[in-house]
């Protein structure tokens, strides 16, 4: 049986981010030990499959259409594009391989039909395959499964009241349905968050014990520091400290201890020590290659040579779950069925996302 607590509350994961910093250390550095293999670090490539556009208004998002940024917009990339790319990360080290859409929602259609390809494509190179679609129902969530979909990636972003202060275009509770409709099938939940956007450190414990308290706890956690990008309601916020972002790992790891804690955006800002730190307090992935979606991270080279330096290994591909089987396109049982799910819309007023939406008017 497992041992897992799920009745984390605030006051309690309050108590463990604010131990003295030796302490929470020397904890998290246990309880990864017990559950983990110290010394080996999963590298996961992120790949932006259809770039921008976004109608989402994510404070924090460049892709977001409503913002003036400098990205470029991509359409849905191609089956054999996004093969070349998962090989190329197979050959640097990667056993796992994240698209990621700048979706509201998935529709059905040959565009969801591409990706389920892509599932296909990927499983067959025998590397984990994960998606980041946006909202999907539980038909859509069993058609990934069937095509072998390893991780499904949800992030709750925050607390759930602080999520009102960053997003109106959907609700903390459709983030929720959507991991629910990802547990009625075999694919794995990745869900984490932000830190650096404002919020208290009361926010990181509520976001925490939202994602703690799911029983499951998702198997995989990422953990972003934001980077601000200009153009975007959040681009003045001041960066975390490395300190800040060590004590989230480490809490993170404490409260779900059996999770991959993902070391994610913000890298480009730590130093090796600082990722060493994380490390040793439970982080154990990393993303490789030199973008995160739209935003810098550091070249795989200089990861594998921190990795040299650190004595890491990667990670191998399916270490905690067996491989999915694939379904091909012409054996499948599950049909489109063309549902129209009534995700909220709060649309309430968040006055620097106003602020930026108006400064890129001006400027377009
Ligand atoms: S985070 Fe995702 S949903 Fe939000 S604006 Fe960016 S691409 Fe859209």
Redesign the pocket.
Known sequence: MSETKHNWTKEEILNIYNKPLMELLYEAATVHRKHHDPNTVQVSTLLSIKT?G?????G?????ARYHTNIEGNDLMSVQQVKAQALRAKSSGSSRVCM?????NVKDGEEFDQVLEMVRTINKLDMEVCC?L?MITENQAKRLAEAGLYAYNHNLDSSEEYYKEV?S??GFEDRLETIDNVRKTNVTVCSGGIIGMGEKIEDRAGMLVALATLNPQPESVPINALVAVEGTPLEDQEPVSIWEMIRMVATTRIVMPETQVRLSAGRTEMTREGQAMCFFAGANSIFAGDKL?TTPNPDVNEDMKMFELLGLNPQKPFIKKMQPKTVEASESQLHPLGEKPKWTRPEHTIERNEAAKQKAKAVK
């Open positions: 921008g976004c109608p989402e208004d994510c924090y998002c460049p892709q977001a990621g859409a700048a979706w509201r980041t946006g997003i275009t959907r979606l």
